[in-house]
């Protein structure tokens, strides 16, 4: 009788397949940890003269006697768990193949386990796996593991050593871990009963990070959820803890849900000293800003544990800052939420994948998705239909009270003015209401026009959103690439592909950047009045526009005044003047005939008297084929393909902060210079 048999380079290729994190590595052990019903589990990182040191994962488990070692842990592929019973503290096993484990025992070139049976006090097994003896097996089979039994005085519970690490934890990497390991087993939800810690100075630092709970200073609190039927219901708090809107199923979906019963809580916070200072409390804007920087983001608990990586920093599996794009006035984003899906799954309808990253996207999780987007979606609803309802309320009580107003002028005017000087203060009232009517009319013009660009920018922000999706995979597979070419081309990996692979890092780079560029242009608070650091706004423009100025092969030269220079206004308002006479720069060297070499951009600050100066120079082409007071008229342009609508944007964000603009054909650079002066606030 035949049977399959395994070469050992198996193993190795799991291990690297499987996990390609070190920290996601550790989180796998300590998984294990929460199914064998511990209640506390600890992880060290000790250096010692080795390359990488070593790794202890400690808990009070129930442990394991030879044969859970020897049928269980020492099985690849299967595990006890996926028998899914229920563990004597009621949790549901996290794992379902067993792999994870492998991979992670992989990261060391040793490894000891020494674990304590509940059941049998006072008796120890312990079992070392020396990864080495692989090398020189011819099958996996060959390599045969002595479980040694021992007595002991400790409690139950199992401790695993990992030595000789293949990679070194950095400080980068230890911080990264400490949240892992701190958002793994929800640390809002007190009836977790699994405490996890890191032995490293990083973990008690970013622990009391997270541990400052501000759910209570949240503007809302959204909660939902799906019963055994499929039926959904949710409710929608204020800060005061009302129930403003209440939901039922009908009112979130046609359809029932076909997924596990599910949880959904999320708390939104307005991040504006206004929304605060409206409270009596002694919370500031600024530290909640900083706990979400932490904790902010939807996560994804599934029987008791997060799955990564939904709710990661840069992940946004809802759709949040997408949806805030199309409609930012009642949209959360990731950074202005803490939210938690919950998910018990008893009948294991969420497959994990087998890297342990997410899960298959079957019908049940596509339906907790769903269930997820759908209830945001009607919060969002809910939340315009006020918003409207205010707004449509003003609208209707203005011409009123401008009617009452002019009546009351009149009054006072009757009782008030002597009869002779009435027919010239009736002139100026009358005077007066022509200009504000023509002001009106202007406006409404304007409006049109920046509906039109609002709705150019929102449908931009859409696209970038979605291309975010392909651009995170090619640094994905550019990792991949760069993993497996050095392992099968070894020295010979730079000659050949190291070029090329970070050619695709630099190109996930630049488009990364573009993709973000018009969600952070259309952040909301951006929008509020206040005051402004000149110097960090274009500082903070210049990065973001850094990668088209590489292409374009452009040196940027940002000559500052000495100081802090600061107006009143609005992030939103100079960052529509700068980006739109950075955007002009650059189309400017691209005309036909325009400058190929040497090209240079200058942006100047210099301060005169109580004004502040922005110069912003080229040595491009110039402004010409238009009259100079025509470039800042709407469509008028002299580049294929143009909107003609730049200069205009940056000639009314001007003139909304009191201030002028003027351009020179050719300046100082020889090519355009825009001159920006607008006033400063003194401190």
């Given at each position: 009788?035949?049977?399959?048999?395994f070469?050992?380079?198996i193993?190795?290729?799991?291990?690297?397949?499987l996990?390609p994190?070190p920290?996601?590595?550790?989180?796998?052990?300590?998984?294990?940890?929460y199914?064998?019903?511990?209640t506390e589990?600890?992880?060290?990182?000790i250096?010692?003269?080795t390359?990488?040191g070593?790794?202890?994962?400690?808990?009070?488990g129930?442990?394991?006697?030879?044969d859970?070692?020897?049928?269980?842990?020492?099985?690849?592929g299967?595990?006890k768990?996926?028998?899914?019973?229920?563990?004597?503290?009621?949790?549901?096993?996290v794992g379902n193949?067993?792999?994870?484990?492998?991979a992670a025992?992989?990261m060391?070139?040793?490894?000891f386990l020494?674990?304590r049976p509940?059941?049998?006090?006072g008796?120890?097994y312990?079992?070392t796996?020396?990864?080495?003896d692989?090398q020189?097996?011819?099958?996996?089979?060959?390599?045969?593991?002595?479980v040694q039994k021992?007595i002991t005085?400790k409690?139950?519970?199992?401790d695993i050593?990992?030595?000789?690490?293949?990679?070194?934890?950095?400080?980068?990497?230890?911080?990264?871990?400490a949240r892992?390991?701190?958002?793994?087993?929800?640390?809002?939800?007190n009836?977790?009963?699994?405490s996890?810690?890191?032995i490293?100075?990083?973990?008690?630092?970013?622990?009391?990070?997270?541990?400052?709970?501000y759910?209570?200073?949240?503007e809302?609190?959204?909660?939902a959820s799906?019963?055994?039927?499929?039926i959904?219901?949710?409710?929608?708090?204020d800060?005061?803890?009302?129930?403003?809107f209440?939901?039922?199923?009908?009112?979130?979906?046609?359809e029932?849900?076909?997924t596990p019963?599910?949880e959904?809580?999320?708390w939104?916070f307005?991040l504006n000293?206004?929304?605060?200072?409206a409270?009596k409390?002694?919370?500031?804007?600024?530290?909640?800003r900083?706990?979400?920087a932490?904790?902010?983001?939807v996560?994804l608990?599934?029987?008791?544990?997060?799955v990564?990586?939904?709710?990661d920093?840069d992940?946004?599996?809802?759709n949040?800052?997408?949806?805030?794009?199309r409609?930012?006035e009642v949209?959360?984003?990731?950074k202005?939420?803490?939210?938690?899906v919950?998910?018990k799954?008893?009948?294991?309808?969420?497959?994990q994948?087998t890297?342990r990253l997410?899960?298959?996207e079957?019908e049940?999780?596509?339906?907790?998705?769903?269930?997820?987007i759908?209830?945001?979606?009607?919060?969002?609803?809910?939340?315009?239909k006020v918003?409207e309802t205010?707004r449509?309320?003003?609208?209707?009580?203005v011409?009123?009270?401008?009617?009452e107003?002019?009546?009351?002028?009149?009054?006072?005017?009757e009782?008030?003015?002597?009869q002779e000087?009435?027919p010239?203060v009736l002139?100026?009232v009358?005077?007066y209401e022509?200009?504000t009517?023509?002001?009106?009319?202007?406006?409404?013009?304007?409006?049109?026009?920046?509906?039109?660009?609002?709705?150019?920018?929102?449908?931009?922000?859409v696209?970038?959103h979605?291309?975010?999706?392909?651009?995170?995979?090619?640094?994905k597979?550019?990792k991949?690439?760069?993993?497996?070419?050095k392992k099968?081309?070894?020295?010979?990996?730079?000659d050949y592909?190291?070029?090329?692979?970070?050619?695709l890092y630099?190109i996930?780079?630049?488009?990364?950047?573009?993709?973000?560029?018009?969600?952070?242009?259309?952040?909301?608070?951006?929008r509020?009045?206040?005051?402004?650091?000149?110097?960090s706004?274009?500082?903070?423009?210049?990065t973001?526009?850094?990668t088209l100025?590489?292409d374009?092969?452009?040196?940027?030269?940002?000559e500052?005044?000495?100081?802090?220079?600061c107006?009143?206004?609005?992030?939103?308002?100079?960052?529509?003047?700068i980006?739109?006479?950075?955007?002009?720069?650059i189309n400017?060297?691209n005309?036909?005939?325009g400058r190929?070499?040497e090209?240079?951009?200058?942006?100047?600050?210099?301060?005169?008297g109580?004004?502040?100066?922005i110069k912003?120079?080229?040595?491009?082409?110039?402004?010409?084929?238009i009259?100079?007071?025509?470039?800042?008229?709407?469509?008028?342009t002299?580049?294929e393909?143009?909107t003609?609508?730049?200069?205009?944007?940056?000639?009314?964000?001007?003139t909304?902060?009191?201030?002028?603009?003027?351009?020179?054909?050719?300046?100082?650079l020889?090519?355009a210079e825009f001159?920006?002066e607008?006033t400063?606030i003194r401190?």
């Amino acid at each position: 009788m035949m049977h399959f048999k395994f070469s050992p380079k198996i193993l190795q290729r799991l291990g690297e397949e499987l996990i390609p994190n070190p920290d996601q590595g550790i989180i796998e052990l300590v998984k294990n940890s929460y199914d064998a019903d511990a209640t506390e589990c600890t992880v060290e990182l000790i250096k010692t003269s080795t390359i990488g040191g070593l790794i202890i994962i400690s808990d009070n488990g129930i442990g394991m006697d030879k044969d859970a070692i020897s049928e269980g842990w020492l099985v690849l592929g299967r595990s006890k768990k996926a028998i899914r019973e229920v563990t004597q503290l009621g949790r549901l096993p996290v794992g379902n193949k067993g792999l994870g484990r492998l991979a992670a025992l992989q990261m060391g070139s040793q490894v000891f386990l020494k674990t304590r049976p509940k059941y049998e006090p006072g008796v120890e097994y312990s079992l070392t796996i020396n990864w080495d003896d692989f090398q020189e097996a011819d099958v996996v089979e060959d390599v045969a593991f002595d479980v040694q039994k021992s007595i002991t005085d400790k409690g139950y519970g199992t401790d695993i050593i990992v030595s000789n690490l293949k990679n070194i934890f950095n400080k980068r990497d230890i911080q990264r871990l400490a949240r892992e390991l701190l958002l793994l087993a929800d640390p809002f939800d007190n009836h977790v009963g699994f405490s996890l810690k890191l032995i490293a100075p990083e973990f008690s630092e970013i622990e009391k990070q997270v541990n400052n709970a501000y759910f209570d200073d949240a503007e809302y609190h959204l909660q939902a959820s799906i019963n055994e039927l499929g039926i959904a219901e949710a409710s929608l708090l204020d800060w005061q803890k009302n129930v403003i809107f209440h939901a039922k199923h009908s009112d979130i979906s046609q359809e029932l849900y076909k997924t596990p019963p599910t949880e959904f809580k999320l708390w939104v916070f307005l991040l504006n000293p206004q929304s605060f200072s409206a409270r009596k409390t002694s919370v500031s804007f600024t530290q909640v800003r900083e706990w979400l920087a932490q904790v902010g983001n939807v996560r994804l608990y599934h029987r008791g544990l997060r799955v990564k990586p939904y709710g990661d920093t840069d992940d946004d599996w809802l759709n949040l800052n997408y949806a805030r794009a199309r409609n930012p006035e009642v949209r959360p984003s990731t950074k202005t939420v803490i939210g938690r899906v919950i998910v018990k799954d008893h009948d294991d309808m969420l497959l994990q994948k087998t890297d342990r990253l997410g899960f298959i996207e079957n019908e049940a999780f596509l339906e907790l998705k769903r269930f997820a987007i759908d209830v945001l979606e009607w919060m969002a609803k809910e939340r315009l239909k006020v918003t409207e309802t205010q707004r449509q309320r003003v609208k209707k009580q203005v011409p009123r009270d401008i009617t009452e107003a002019k009546a009351r002028i009149e009054e006072v005017i009757e009782a008030e003015v002597p009869q002779e000087s009435r027919p010239k203060v009736l002139e100026a009232v009358q005077q007066y209401e022509t200009v504000t009517e023509r002001e009106t009319k202007v406006l409404r013009e304007d409006l049109q026009l920046y509906r039109s660009l609002a709705t150019a920018g929102t449908t931009a922000a859409v696209f970038a959103h979605e291309s975010a999706k392909p651009v995170t995979s090619i640094a994905k597979i550019a990792k991949k690439i760069e993993r497996m070419g050095k392992k099968f081309l070894g020295e010979k990996y730079e000659d050949y592909l190291g070029k090329p692979v970070a050619m695709l890092y630099e190109i996930h780079k630049s488009l990364l950047r573009f993709s973000n560029f018009p969600l952070h242009l259309l952040k909301r608070e951006k929008r509020r009045a206040g005051v402004v650091d000149i110097h960090s706004v274009i500082d903070e423009m210049v990065t973001l526009f850094q990668t088209l100025f590489d292409d374009g092969k452009i040196e940027v030269i940002k000559e500052k005044v000495d100081g802090k220079p600061c107006i009143y206004g609005s992030v939103a308002l100079l960052e529509a003047i700068i980006t739109n006479i950075l955007t002009n720069t650059i189309n400017a060297f691209n005309v036909e005939g325009g400058r190929i070499e040497e090209r240079k951009v200058i942006i100047r600050t210099e301060i005169e008297g109580s004004n502040l100066k922005i110069k912003v120079l080229d040595n491009g082409s110039g402004i010409h084929n238009i009259k100079l007071d025509e470039i800042w008229l709407p469509g008028k342009t002299t580049r294929e393909g143009g909107t003609g609508l730049g200069l205009t944007i940056v000639r009314d964000s001007v003139t909304d902060l009191g201030g002028s603009v003027d351009a020179i054909p050719k300046g100082e650079l020889g090519g355009a210079e825009f001159i920006v002066e607008l006033t400063l606030i003194r401190e």
